[in-house]
T-cell receptor, first 117, second 111 residues
Framework: AQTVTQSQPEMSVQEAETVTLSCTYD???????LFWYKQPPSRQMILVIR??????QNATENRFSVNFQKAAKSFSLKISDSQLGDTAMYFC??????????????FGKGTKLTVNP | DGGITQSPKYLFRKEGQNVTLSCEQN?????MYWYRQDPGQGLRLIYY???????QKGDIAEGYSVSREKKESFPLTVTSAQKNPTAFYLC??????????FGPGTRLTVT
């Protein structure tokens, strides 16, 4: 079974600075996706970024980028130029791909990020 | 507007009563999912369905039941057999081999 570990329960950063959230996972699969989801105080889960395991290039989405190290099974999220609206819980998630179609997500326990003015 | 709706946002029930949480999507996604979220925990999968009239148990299915009679709808029933039903419940859907999109959630309180 796959597991996802987020070792930082809480983090804080000053507005406009850069912060990196850690995530490691355990799997014997070779074909999978990794995701970062954001859950603000409204509790709506919002997709931040997606990485396909077969792609060596790290995914980037505006101020959000990942450092994907497949051999080390590490998938960290970097937020540049942090904004107050980035304050949220951040969840790392793993999805194994299968022939049949969609697969279930396995989530880490989350990192609570606070951006301070 | 396309999206996933869950109703109601807050739900209160007495212990021993069954309760059904609604989840509807108009994104034409084949797969739908139900998750439970407790304080300090990530999301845990209750049930999922990859196609109409078919569904599979997730990691914590005991005390829950689902149906998938229509592509757009995937209601979750929390039965009286669920020992700790108070939680935040999230529904999601996805196209094949892609990310999941989440509804706004339902906060269930059982007293």
């Amino acid at each position: 079974a796959q597991t996802v570990t987020q070792s930082q329960p809480e983090m804080s950063v000053q507005e406009a600075e850069t912060v990196t959230l850690s995530c490691t996972y355990d799997t014997s699969e070779n074909n999978y996706y990794l995701f970062w989801y954001k859950q603000p105080p409204s509790r709506q889960m919002i997709l931040v970024i997606r990485q396909e395991a077969y792609k060596q290039q790290n995914a980037t989405e505006n101020r959000f980028s990942v450092n994907f190290q497949k051999a080390a099974k590490s998938f960290s999220l970097k937020i540049s130029d942090s904004q107050l609206g980035d304050t949220a819980m951040y969840f790392c998630a793993f999805m194994k791909l299968s022939q049949g179609g969609s697969e279930k997500l396995v989530f880490g326990k989350g990192t609570k990020l606070t951006v301070n003015p | 507007d396309g999206g996933i709706t869950q109703s109601p946002k807050y739900l209160f029930r007495k212990e021993g009563q069954n309760v059904t949480l609604s989840c509807e999507q108009n994104l034409n996604h084949d797969a739908m999912y139900w998750y439970r979220q407790d304080p300090g925990q990530g999301l845990r999968l209750i049930y999922y369905s990859q196609i109409v009239n078919d569904f599979q148990k997730g990691d914590i299915a005991e005390g829950y039941s689902v149906s998938r009679e229509k592509k757009e709808s995937f209601p979750l029933t929390v039965t009286s057999a669920q020992k700790n039903p108070t939680a935040f419940y999230l529904c999601a859907s996805s196209p094949s081999r892609s990310e999941q999109y989440f509804g706004p959630g339902t906060r269930l309180t059982v007293t």
